[in-house]
């Protein structure tokens, strides 16, 4: 599959997933392994079917790769798992090449939605300090320390599910003649 001949099934269960996380996280903080890990498999084998062996490399390869953009940041505590099997499960249905730009768009749209809800919460100026003072540290003892964020600014959590939804969206609709999926042209 080529990112641009996203297929009217798969673009409806995308689009039905992400809807479906995105409100999970909002309401719950959480985006269950009930909807994501059958996601991944359910991109694999439809591709594997629609495509053959080529079909379960892209979607394999777009899992993996979804799951390791967001790996990092999980492991430093910046985001849950949930997000993490997310991108993989948007990685599955789009490709390597997709869930790509998928990535770069929800990090752009994660960032300034970050800044957003630091302003909303009051916390910006706290979080710049710290990352000020963690650069001090680092240019006057050459050495990475992590300053954690206090309470109050752990308490602006992000629902980044609904970055990743936003940043997909924007990748379907950049990527693909939405008029030719849906037939309306």
Do not use: C, W
Not at 25 to 39: A, H, V
Not at 120 to 132: I, K, S, V
Not at 157 to 163: D, E, I, T
Request: hydrophobic content about 55%; aromatic content about 12%.
């Amino acid at each position: 599959m080529i990112m641009g001949d996203l297929q009217f099934i798969p673009f409806l269960y995308l689009l039905a997933l992400i809807i479906t996380a995105a409100l999970f996280d909002i309401r719950f903080q959480k985006i269950p392994n009930l909807l994501t890990l059958p996601s991944i498999v359910m991109a694999i084998v439809y591709y594997t079917f629609i495509e053959g062996f080529d079909g379960f490399l892209m979607s394999v390869g777009g899992a993996g790769l979804g799951i390791s953009f967001m790996l990092l940041p999980y492991l430093m505590g910046g985001m849950g798992a949930g997000d993490a099997k997310f991108m993989g499960a948007v990685g599955g249905l789009l490709g390597p090449k997709g869930v790509f730009v998928a990535f770069l768009l929800t990090a752009l749209i994660g960032g300034v939605y970050a800044i957003v809800v630091l302003v909303f919460y009051g916390r910006l100026g706290q979080m710049l300090e710290r990352y000020r003072l963690l650069f001090k540290i680092f240019i006057l003892t050459r050495k990475i320390v992590y300053i954690h964020p206090s309470e109050q600014e752990k308490k602006a959590r992000l629902r980044y599910g609904v970055a990743i939804a936003l940043g997909t969206i924007m990748t379907v609709i950049m990527k693909n003649n939405i008029f030719e999926i849906l037939n309306l042209n």
